[in-house]
């Protein structure tokens, strides 16, 4: 049971516009913790999305975008490509537990 | 360009003992925390264990407290985890990453090394 709540799995097709949510508590994204997003490609390490709720790295397309609210966070993937498909993870720092934590991970299928 | 390389992975009894290490290059190594991150076969991230700049705070999930040690040696620009007591559900890819400041918390992580595969099994 992860302590960011992500959906296991989301899907789109090419062209469309997916938003992926994650789900925290008072103690982690509600305490003010900025919420990260890293995308995992088959077979590779974990990559940086966003960062700072909001913020891309370069590098990383503008289809990309992130937001905060309370205690969830969004992101969202405009104008799919079938490159898009893979793992994505929020993550965040939770005061209780004094470490960063994990959402469980979605699965984005291009169809 | 920024490089994190993990080594010291393998096939490891269960109670057994292993030391992973991670090099760096293309960064200040000692401007900025450094941490593990896990992943299961098939499963999610978890984050194990952080390490700030100069050694002087670390941290760990509830999971290897007490079991696993995290080090650092800026002078050889290099991260080290010891696991002791290795257990079954201890198997996992171990990723080297970089945090976004000198302090350990409120980090994101970038970026990731390829990952060093540690199996505890009899």
């Known amino acids: 049971q992860s302590v960011l709540t992500q959906p296991p799995s989301v899907s789109g097709a090419p062209g469309q516009r997916v938003t992926i949510s994650c789900t925290g508590s008072s103690s982690n994204i509600g305490a003010g913790s900025d919420l990260h997003w890293y995308q995992q490609l088959p077979g590779t390490a974990p990559k940086l999305l966003i960062y700072?709720?909001?913020n891309r790295p370069s590098g990383v397309p503008d289809r990309f975008s992130g937001s905060k609210s309370g205690t969830s966070a969004s992101l969202a993937i405009t104008g799919l490509q079938a490159e898009d498909e893979a793992d994505y993870y929020c993550?965040?720092?939770?005061?209780?537990?004094?470490?960063?934590?994990f959402g469980g991970g979605t699965k984005l299928t291009v169809l | 360009e920024v490089q994190l390389v993990e080594s010291g992975g393998g096939l490891v009894q269960p109670g057994r003992s292993l030391r992973l290490s991670c090099a760096a290059s293309?960064?200040?190594?000692?401007?900025?925390?450094m941490h593990w991150v896990r992943q299961a076969p098939g499963k999610g991230l978890e984050w194990v264990s952080g390490?700030?700049?100069?050694?002087?705070?670390?941290g760990y999930a509830d999971s290897v407290k007490g079991r696993f040690t995290i080090s650092r040696d800026n002078a050889k620009n290099s991260l080290y985890m010891q696991m002791n007591i290795l257990r079954p559900e201890d198997t996992a890819m171990y990723y080297c990453?970089?945090?976004?400041?000198?302090?350990?918390?409120?980090?994101?992580?970038?970026?990731w090394g390829q990952g060093t595969l540690v199996t505890v099994s009899s």
């Open positions: 293309g960064f200040n190594f000692d401007d900025y925390a």
């Open positions: 993550q965040s720092y939770d005061s209780s537990l004094s470490g960063m934590v």
């Open positions: 390490i700030s700049w100069n050694s002087g705070t670390t």
């Open positions: 990453a970089k945090g976004s400041t000198y302090q350990l918390t409120h980090t994101w992580f970038d970026p």
């Open positions: 700072g709720n909001s």
